[in-house]
């Protein structure tokens, strides 16, 4: 008798197979998902990215100058007799700064002032000289003019005698002869006595220039023994002061510098990459410690030293109460104006014209790393160029530990 046995299939294989199959699966899930991980948001600065109109500013450094500056210098060599005024005083025109000490001028100075007066009373004796001279010879005019009145009065009597049948017609051609005579004379006389005074004032001329260029030449050095005392020239204060007491200068030697304390101009320095957009013109904010002047960019130097170039600024209206040549200042100068522009508040982590790596909001909690990049900072705004849209949420800070992940969770407080 043959029996057929039924064969059970084993299931024991296939829940083998399924538990293999779901390890491996969760084990590719584990590979392929991301380990997201949580920050609270305390810990994290959320920064708004706002659209709008956007004023760029150039923030430069730097600090006030004079705008009048005046050179001492030695207008005739001397030694440094007195010192008045120190560096940081304040001065006005007449001031006295120091007294510089020459003898040999001040005896050339009474050298030339006798030789002067020598040369005033040679003038006005040669004056006088001339004076006589130019009688006599009018004497000699005049004698011969009262010759001619002879001679034609002694004509005048011939002819009456001649009328009357006394006088010679020879005596009254010798008496008409002497008549001409004397008015060639007195002709010729006058012409002489007119180059003769031309000639007195050629000379009296001449004597004059001489007298004048020794006036001249007291009178410079009068004006330099007077500049033996060094004044200020204008108000403001000694910035410095080039000598000691006791010491030689020669002529034209530099011996300080005065500047000005209400006239000043600020100088700023411009980051170079900005120069090129700053206007002659430009409106510019410069601010102290105790306050802010506006003024407008006066002109922009081509050099370029250590990354800045300098660019003068003057300044209009009333200055802050602590401002002094040399002082500090912060400027910021207009650049342009950004029609719909794209900018985030200024904050620490957040560089401008860079290009950095920022996890931003993209909603329920999450953000994603993305590239952003930033140009210019202006007035406490960085202008946003690419990787962000408006509205949108960037947080300011990068850790080290975030940069491994695309995404991160936010968790909100409560």
Same mark, same amino acid.
């Given at each position: 008798m043959q029996i057929n046995l039924e064969k059970k299939s084993s299931k024991r294989g296939w829940y083998m197979a399924a538990g293999v199959g779901a390890l491996l699966a969760l084990s590719i899930y584990s590979l392929n998902s991301e380990n997201i991980p949580s920050v609270s948001a305390s810990e994290v600065q959320l920064l708004a990215v706002e659209q709008g109109n956007m004023n760029l500013y150039s923030q430069a450094f730097g600090e006030f100058f004079s705008a009048e500056e005046r050179l001492l210098t030695a207008q005739s060599m001397g030694k440094v007799a007195m010192i008045y005024q120190r560096p940081g005083a304040s001065v006005k025109a007449d001031t006295p700064i120091l007294l510089l000490a020459n003898p040999e001028l001040q005896q050339e100075v009474s050298h030339e002032q006798g030789e002067l007066l020598r040369q005033q009373a040679a003038l006005a004796s040669f004056e006088l000289e001339q004076n006589n001279?130019?009688?006599?010879?009018?004497?000699?005019?005049?004698?011969?003019?009262?010759?001619?009145?002879?001679?034609?009065?002694?004509?005048?009597?011939?002819? %009456?005698?001649?009328? #009357?049948?006394?006088?010679?017609?020879?005596?009254?051609?010798?008496?008409?002869?002497?008549?001409?005579?004397?008015? #060639?004379?007195?002709e010729f006389e006058k012409q002489k006595l007119v180059q003769f005074m031309e000639m007195q004032a050629l000379q009296l001329q001449q004597q004059k220039i001489?007298?004048?260029?020794?006036?001249?030449? *007291?009178?410079?050095?009068?004006?330099?023994?007077?500049?033996?005392?060094?004044?200020?020239?204008? !108000?403001?204060?000694?910035?410095?002061?080039? *000598?000691?007491?006791?010491?030689?200068?020669?002529?034209?030697?530099?011996?300080?510098?005065?500047?000005?304390?209400?006239?000043?101009?600020?100088?700023?320095?411009?980051?170079?990459?900005?120069?090129?957009?700053?206007?002659?013109?430009?409106?510019?904010?410069?601010?102290?410690?105790?306050? %802010?002047?506006?003024?407008?960019?006066?002109?922009? !130097?081509?050099?370029?030293?250590?990354?800045?170039?300098?660019? %003068?600024?003057g300044l209009e209206g009333e200055l802050p109460a602590d401002a002094r040549p040399?002082?500090?200042?912060?400027?910021?100068?207009?650049?342009?104006?950004?029609?719909?522009?794209?900018?985030?508040?200024?904050?620490?982590?957040?560089?401008?014209?860079?290009?950095?790596?920022?996890?931003?909001?993209?909603?329920?909690?999450?953000?994603?790393?993305?590239?952003?990049?930033?140009?210019?900072?202006?007035?406490?705004?960085?202008?946003?160029?690419?990787?962000?849209?408006?509205?949108?949420? *960037?947080?300011?800070?990068?850790?080290?530990?975030w940069a491994s992940h695309q995404k991160i969770q936010i968790e909100q407080k409560g």
């Open positions: 001279d130019k009688l006599d010879f009018e004497g000699q005019v005049a004698d011969i003019a009262s010759a001619l009145e002879q001679a034609e009065m002694e004509l005048a009597v011939l002819i %009456e005698l001649k009328d #009357r049948g006394v006088s010679a017609s020879l005596d009254i051609k010798r008496a008409e002869l002497d008549v001409k005579l004397q008015k #060639r004379r007195l001489e007298v004048q260029q020794q006036e001249q030449r *007291v009178a410079l050095l009068q004006t330099q023994l007077q500049d033996l005392q060094i004044t200020a020239g204008i !108000e403001g204060t000694l910035q410095s002061l080039d *000598v000691e007491l006791g010491q030689n200068v020669p002529q034209g030697a530099s011996l300080g510098k005065v500047g000005s304390d209400s006239k000043l101009l600020a100088r700023l320095r411009v980051p170079q990459h900005q120069a090129d957009q700053i206007q002659l013109g430009a409106d510019v904010l410069v601010q102290t410690r105790k306050g %802010e002047v506006k003024g407008k960019v006066n002109r922009v !130097e081509s050099v370029v030293t250590n990354g800045t170039v300098l660019a %003068e600024v040399a002082m500090s200042v912060t400027g910021q100068i207009f650049l342009q104006s950004l029609q719909q522009a794209l900018y985030v508040a200024q904050a620490p982590g957040l560089r401008p014209r860079s290009q950095l790596q920022r996890f931003v909001m993209t909603g329920e909690g999450l953000a994603e790393q993305r590239t952003i990049e930033l140009g210019d900072i202006s007035q406490g705004h960085l202008q946003v160029l690419s990787g962000l849209q408006a509205n949108e949420q *960037v947080i300011a800070q990068m850790p080290e530990q």
